[in-house]
């Protein structure tokens, strides 16, 4: 493990409490346990060196032997298949973890990895190397019987075991082990994560592991069942949608902004975040998407997480809610840096925890009160009440800077953005409170609501731009306010919005990516520059598909879906060679796919039917 795989040379396993990333080198490179955000075990992906990692790989001399690698999903599955393809034979390898959707957490999680040969011979070698605690903690090693390793960390320990066909070999406190199959040949190698001196059961019969694959296939593709999308995308969707289930944490309903920490926005760059926490602004975006597409109960989860938010006393920001929290809702996300780890190719600083938790962002109350109102049910009376003095309070408290959605560390100002979402926080209260009879000060509500409303117009439009701007008494461009029509700030017709999306295109966008703003413009407080943003650019779609602008909104799709990668999966930006960089595999960047692609569908469908018939 001397280099780093591409970003986008990953695809992603898990259970719904945790999620690997595995390399198409079959190497798992990113694993934490027992919960997204819990110290990592294999973090090679974060420091080749001392990271960690577990590999399975075909054995054969790459200096004379010719061999192809391809990696898959099964399909409609989180099943991960790699692929190796040689003269003398072709085998692979087949990596998934039994998902966990009951409501419980648990501190036990297996990743399975069967090892299969369907044609000639092939030898492979198995590398088990892990690095607990972000690789800040010492383990120690022991082997019960040939066939299965005990790593033993702080907190957890890791079980390896391998059928009794092959051995382990201790190198050190890591092992190895290496081993040929024969057409039709299996191996079965299972790591499980458990607490500390928990004990491990026996490795599983082969044909208990073969039920165990099968199964896991069959919850995948059941629950897909449920998905009512039709439209013209449906391989994209789907994996889209099945990764939006990877990044939710079953036990809470919570939905994590992506699976890793400290990935670089651009390489070399300080922009390396921890991102496996719960966004109230991506989650409650998400709602949209997952009811658009038929997954009401992985909406309502979210819901009741949220309202468990909204009546909770303490945040980390003093305000009613805060930005993020971890899943289980805990507030406080203090940031360090992991001095001892190089990050990704050298693009340091590693920060695990993440500050921002303590930043104020207003416009989270709009994205939590449209997740709101997107179903009928407004859940229980203390929960409305909750919601109405959050409301009461954004009253008293809209009217000020804050630090925005992209969360610049270069001081508060007054973000239109933010504005604009504070305008559909009081317009989706006032409707809910109408349309199911609650108590409100609907006068106050509605006074503020146009306040809000006169404020954007006055200050957030500039004419010589003739657009809606970044911030108050500024020029820059910021692609957020995309979400303005789709908020129904505006009708996608409206001539300011028209004109605001035309600069827009000229400024920001680029062969159809769209940056977030121009830091050189509009410093943001942080080095160097960054790539395009995957979700503007879908973002980018949907408004050009609302607008009528069809033709452009198809090509400009069609091309974004040329960045994912191999298995269809985004991380947050696209690099300037169309490289992907960012935290992996990033949710926002999916739900805004799901969303595009509803609307681009929508808007053909429209366009194919043509004009209804002339009456007589």
């Not at 902004?257 to 070399?268: D, R, S, W, Y």
């Not at 997952?290 to 305000?319: H, K, M, N, P, Q």
């Not at 940031?335 to 340091?348: I, K, W």
């Amino acid at each position: 493990m001397s280099a780093y795989p591409p970003i986008a040379e990953h695809g992603i396993v898990g259970d719904l409490q945790t999620a690997a990333l595995i390399s198409s080198a079959d190497t798992i490179d990113w694993w934490c346990s027992p919960r997204f955000d819990s110290p990592s075990v294999f973090a090679s992906l974060l420091d080749a060196e001392c990271g960690g990692y577990c590999q399975v790989a075909a054995d054969l001399d790459s200096d004379t032997d010719d061999m192809t690698v391809r990696q898959l999903y099964s399909s409609d599955t989180a099943v991960l298949i790699t692929r190796f393809m040689a003269p003398s034979g072709v085998g692979e390898v087949i990596d998934f973890m039994d998902p966990i959707p009951e409501p419980v957490a648990t501190d036990r999680h297996r990743l399975v990895r069967i090892v299969r040969v369907v044609r000639g011979s092939l030898p492979f070698r198995f590398l088990c190397r892990p690095r607990f605690d972000y690789a800040r903690a010492p383990h120690t090693l022991t082997l019960p019987t040939p066939e299965h390793a005990v790593f033993q960390g702080p907190d957890t320990d890791l079980h390896v075991q391998i059928s009794a066909t092959e051995v382990l070999h201790r190198e050190g406190n890591d092992i190895s082990g290496r081993f040929t199959l024969d057409a039709g040949q299996t191996a079965v190698i299972v790591l499980t994560t458990t607490a500390s001196d928990r004990g491990v059961a026996e490795l599983p019969a082969r044909e208990v592991v073969v039920a165990g694959f099968e199964s896991c296939q069959q919850f995948w593709q059941s629950w897909l069942r449920s998905c009512t999308y039709r439209g013209r995308w449906q391989d994209m969707v789907k994996r889209s949608a099945i990764t939006l289930k990877l990044l939710t944490y079953a036990p809470t309903g919570a939905p994590i902004a992506a699976a890793t920490m400290g990935l670089p926005e651009q390489i070399g760059g300080e922009r390396n975040w921890d991102y496996r926490y719960t966004w109230i602004r991506d989650a409650s975006l998400s709602v949209r998407a997952l009811i658009d597409l038929g997954f009401t109960a992985e909406a309502a989860a979210f819901r009741r997480w949220l309202r468990d938010r909204l009546d909770a006393d303490v945040t980390a920001s003093g305000e009613p809610l805060q930005i993020m929290y971890r899943i289980d809702g805990e507030p406080r996300l203090e940031e360090e840096v992991l001095t001892h780890l190089e990050g990704y190719r050298g693009s340091g600083p590693v920060r695990v925890g993440n500050a921002a938790a303590d930043q104020i962002q207003l416009d989270i109350y709009g994205e939590a009160a449209d997740a709101l109102a997107q179903t009928t049910d407004i859940g229980s009376i203390t929960g409305w009440q909750a919601f109405a003095g959050v409301l009461d309070w954004l009253a008293d408290n809209w009217d000020r800077p804050d630090e925005g959605i992209w969360e610049t560390r270069g001081g508060r100002k007054n973000f239109t953005y933010s504005r604009l979402m504070t305008w559909v926080a009081f317009e989706r209260g006032i409707r809910l409170a109408t349309e199911h009879s609650r108590p409100a000060d609907l006068g106050r509500w509605t006074r503020e609501r146009d306040a809000v409303f006169a404020q954007i117009v006055e200050r957030g439009w500039n004419a010589d731009r003739q657009a809606f701007v970044q911030h108050f008494d500024s020029e820059v461009l910021d692609a957020s306010l995309l979400l303005m029509s789709k908020m129904g700030f505006l009708t996608p017709q409206d001539p300011a919005w028209l004109s605001t999306l035309d600069a827009m295109d000229t400024e920001l966008v680029s062969d159809s990516l769209v940056y977030r703003y121009d830091p050189a413009a509009s410093p943001d407080g942080l080095r160097g520059a960054e790539g395009t943003f995957n979700l503007c650019s879908f973002l980018y779609v949907e408004a050009l598909a609302d607008a009528g602008r069809i033709s452009q909104a198809r090509y400009a799709f069609d091309k974004m879906l040329t960045y994912a990668n191999h298995v269809g999966l985004f991380a947050e930006e696209i690099g300037p060679s169309g490289e992907q960089l960012g935290n992996f595999p990033q949710a926002f960047t999916h739900l805004a796919l799901v969303a595009a692609a509803i609307a681009l569908d929508k808007r053909l469908d429209q366009a194919e039917s043509g004009p209804p018939p002339t009456p007589g």
